[in-house]
């Protein structure tokens, strides 16, 4: 085999490589539960909150669904969107710090909503969508402790919080950051979560809207076009040589 070849292969084997390592990381970087969209301004109004629960197994099917809002900075005036195939029960809780508005006084707020009756097949996802009248104004995230049951009777708790610095835990929390309102970047009442398919969706598809994905998926062209520059050059080095 000519040294031209040799090195043509190596390069296009190390860019297959890299790109592979980076498809993986994009499959599991888009795994866990998330909330759509990522961020909201302070004290937001009349909004929507879209959670994607993916199905992780390939031997059973996710049937059972529940999601924890909290209560020491409260989701007000929570409706829950109906889903086809889905039972929804919603639980409300008295507060222990009432929150005052403009039209009244609110004691109780939803601190849980629990999805049953439908099934999540492997490779497989689902959204979740719960309208709110209300977002607190005296926090920076939100987190929604989520647990999300399989056929087979595992359950799996996604219920980590990520410290400062930190790196991501393994069943992280569904987070949704709360912006200043000069400075928000959410998405619209209008965005993906409310225009999402009711139907199941691959996971691949899922994963094509994960900001991590994407940014591995960027990482990867990169990596690829040094491998095709490395063999550009070991060929013209090749030729130098042999003129």
């Given at each position: 085999m000519s040294t031209t070849r040799l090195a043509l292969r190596r390069a296009g084997l190390g860019a297959v490589l890299a790109a592979a390592a980076v498809l993986t990381a994009?499959?599991?970087?888009?795994?866990?539960?998330?909330?759509?969209?990522?961020?909201?301004a302070?004290?937001?109004?009349?909004?929507?909150?879209?959670?994607?629960?993916?199905n992780e197994e390939d031997t059973a099917?996710?049937?059972?669904?529940?999601?924890?809002?909290?209560?020491d900075h409260p989701v007000l005036g929570v409706l829950v969107h109906p889903k086809d195939g889905w039972t929804a029960k919603v639980t409300t809780t008295k507060l222990k710090t009432p929150v005052k508005t403009d039209d009244g006084t609110i004691t109780d707020a939803v601190s849980e909503i629990t999805w049953t009756g439908g099934k999540i097949g492997a490779g497989q996802y689902e959204d979740f969508d719960v309208a709110f009248g209300?977002?607190?104004?005296?926090?920076?995230?939100?987190?929604?402790?989520?647990?999300?049951?399989?056929s087979d009777g595992k359950t799996v708790r996604w219920i980590e919080e990520t410290a400062p610095g930190a790196d991501e835990p393994e069943?992280?929390?569904?987070v949704l950051k709360l912006t200043a309102a000069a400075d928000d970047t959410s998405t619209s009442p209008t965005?993906?979560?409310?225009?999402?398919?009711p139907k199941s969706t691959t996971?691949?598809?899922?994963?094509?809207?994960d900001s991590t994905a994407r940014g591995l998926?960027?990482?990867?062209?990169?990596v690829g076009v040094l491998g095709l520059a490395a063999a550009a050059f070991a060929v013209v080095r090749t030729r130098s040589t042999r003129s």
């Open positions: 994009a499959g599991v970087a888009s795994a866990h539960v998330t909330v759509h969209p990522e961020s909201y302070k004290g937001a109004a009349d909004g929507l909150l879209s959670f994607r629960v993916p099917s996710t049937t059972k669904v529940q999601v924890f809002l909290p209560t209300r977002l607190p104004d005296d926090a920076d995230q939100l987190a929604f402790k989520t647990l999300q049951t399989y069943n992280p929390a569904p965005s993906e979560a409310s225009t999402a398919s996971v691949a598809s899922a994963g094509s809207s998926g960027v990482a990867g062209l990169v």
